[in-house]
């Protein structure tokens, strides 16, 4: 897991006139709590923190924070816990951290990499992701960049569960066993071929009925 420094400032003030205030001024509003932590309002350096996400790539990241308070300093570990994007722009608009402790165990989310190419997709298959990250509990050293399993096996029809997956020792997956992650399924027929089912269905459906036709009048007959 990345280990990161960044530098924050506790806010005084709250409320969406002081959040844009902070924005236009090239920082994001945040804050940070926890399970022995009062909730500490914060400002953070936007360019800082985008630098800080790019180098992340999607991987958690394990964050020492130097919290500036009326010429203080305060220093806390911490995680991301949330944050809140522009629905148009995806700019980060707020900053939800998490202080943790190195001697206890954090719940986070971490994606799931398949392995492999399922032989259902040479069949003509797809691979869908039904989920592409799981929740784990462990200590935030352990935390892993992925949980890794192998699709090889899966045919069209088949499917992959938690229950199936094994994560690394020290980790604990806390989500329900029977939770469907990954399927296979068949391709959706072309409309060539959907034309073509319905001409042998209606020819079938004409022989049967030509069939029933003859034996009526062969019994009239007799």
Same mark, same amino acid.
């Given at each position: 897991?990345?280990?990161?420094?960044?530098?924050?400032?506790?806010?005084?003030?709250?409320?969406?006139?002081?959040?844009?205030?902070?924005?236009?001024?090239?920082?994001?509003?945040?804050?940070?709590?926890?399970?022995?932590?009062?909730?500490?309002?914060?400002?953070?350096?936007?360019?800082?923190?985008?630098?800080?996400?790019?180098?992340?790539?999607?991987?958690?990241?394990?964050?020492?924070?130097?919290?500036?308070?009326?010429?203080?300093?305060?220093?806390?570990?911490?995680?991301?816990?949330?944050?809140?994007?522009?629905?148009?722009?995806?700019?980060? /608009?707020? @900053?939800?951290?998490?202080?943790?402790? !190195?001697?206890? &165990?954090?719940?986070? *989310? $971490?994606?799931?990499?398949?392995? %492999?190419?399922?032989?259902?997709?040479?069949?003509?298959?797809?691979?869908?992701?039904?989920? /592409?990250? @799981?929740?784990?509990?462990?200590?935030? !050293?352990?935390? &892993?960049?992925?949980? *890794? $399993?192998?699709?090889?096996?899966? %045919?069209?029809?088949?499917?992959?569960?938690?229950?199936?997956?094994?994560?690394?020792?020290?980790?604990? @997956?806390?989500?329900?066993?029977?939770?469907?992650?990954?399927?296979?399924?068949?391709?959706?027929?072309?409309?060539?071929?959907?034309?073509?089912?319905?001409?042998?269905?209606?020819?079938?459906?004409?022989?049967?009925?030509?069939?029933?036709?003859?034996?009526?009048?062969?019994?009239?007959?007799?």
């Amino acid at each position: 897991m990345k280990q990161v420094e960044i530098e924050a400032s506790r806010r005084n003030e709250t409320g969406k006139g002081v959040a844009r205030k902070l924005r236009r001024s090239g920082q994001i509003p945040g804050v940070i709590y926890g399970s022995k932590t009062e909730p500490i309002p914060l400002a953070v350096n936007m360019h800082e923190f985008n630098r800080l996400l790019f180098l992340a790539k999607g991987e958690q990241m394990l964050i020492t924070m130097n919290i500036k308070d009326n010429g203080n300093s305060i220093q806390k570990l911490a995680m991301i816990k949330d944050l809140q994007l522009h629905p148009v722009n995806d700019q980060v /608009r707020h @900053i939800d951290f998490y202080e943790i402790f !190195m001697d206890e &165990p954090v719940t986070v *989310e $971490v994606p799931i990499a398949a392995k %492999g190419k399922a032989k259902g997709v040479d069949e003509g298959g797809t691979m869908e992701f039904l989920q /592409r990250t @799981i929740e784990v509990s462990c200590l935030p !050293m352990a935390i &892993p960049k992925a949980i *890794e $399993v192998d699709v090889s096996d899966l %045919g069209i029809g088949d499917a992959l569960h938690v229950a199936d997956l094994t994560p690394p020792e020290g980790v604990t @997956i806390v989500e329900d066993p029977e939770t469907t992650i990954i399927t296979v399924v068949g391709a959706a027929p072309t409309e060539a071929e959907e034309l073509e089912a319905a001409e042998e269905e209606a020819e079938a459906a004409a022989e049967a009925a030509a069939e029933a036709q003859e034996k009526s009048s062969e019994e009239e007959a007799g």
